[in-house]
Structures are given as C-alpha cells and as structure tokens.
C-alpha cells in the first residue's frame, strides 16, 4: 500500500507562486492531476522513482516543476506565474511501477491506484 498525504495550497494573486508537497514513498510513478470544477481530472505533470525525468501537460510547461526527494518521501510541485484558470482541487497521485508508462498512459488518472486527499488552490484576479 501506499499512502499519499498532501500539504500546501491555498490563496494566491495571479502572477504569484504557490507549492504543493505529497508525502509518498515507495517505488512509485508519480503525478500530479488538478479538477475544476464541472470538469474531468486534468493530468499536470508526472515524474519517476528515480525524479530523473519529468513530463509536463502543456499548460503546466515553463510555470510548473515537479521533483521528487526521495530521502524525504516527498514529492513536491512548484507553482509560478499562476493565472486564475489554474484554480482547481489539486492531487497527488502515485502507482507501484518498476519502469516508466508511456506518455498516453501517465495522463489517464485510471493508470493510477493512490491518490492523496486533494488540495484546494485557488488564484484571483
């Protein structure tokens, strides 16, 4: 089992910078997704065990960066440049994996069996 419990989030002016941490451990793939309201989970970003790699949705590509501290069971998500179309119930989610999905895959939340309780972020005008 895997557990992912989430910290951080909250209020922040459009332009600002928020991050949010997951705690989780294990060797897992990991990803963030966010939810806004009336619509479907979006994928954000993802990376692997080993942090080496990250892949980006292209809305998250230059203002978002995900890494992962393995020393600490942690897996963060900095947050610049927000714009209000970013807010959103953010998540952490993670799946027991030995080798990396592919591209298509890592974007379908169904891919992934753990999920951390979600944070609200929210950004004004």
């Known amino acids: 089992q895997v557990q992912l419990v989430q910290t951080g989030g909250g209020l922040v002016q459009a332009g600002g910078s928020l991050r949010l941490s997951c705690a989780a451990s294990g060797r897992t793939f990991v990803a963030w997704f966010r939810q806004a309201p009336g619509k479907t989970r979006e994928f954000i970003a993802a990376?692997?065990?080993?942090?080496?790699?990250?892949y980006y949705a292209d809305s998250a590509k230059g203002r978002f960066t995900i890494s992962r501290n393995n020393e600490k069971n942690t897996m963060d998500l900095q947050m610049d440049s927000l714009k209000p179309e970013d807010t959103a119930v953010y998540y952490c989610?993670?799946?027991?994996?030995?080798?990396?999905?592919?591209?298509?895959?890592?974007?379908?939340?169904?891919?992934?069996?753990?999920w951390g309780q979600g944070t609200q972020v929210t950004v004004s005008e």
């Open positions: 989610a993670a799946q027991l994996a030995t080798s990396v999905p592919n591209r298509i895959a890592m974007r379908a939340p169904k891919m992934y069996s753990f």
């Open positions: 990376t692997s065990w080993s942090g080496g790699t990250a």
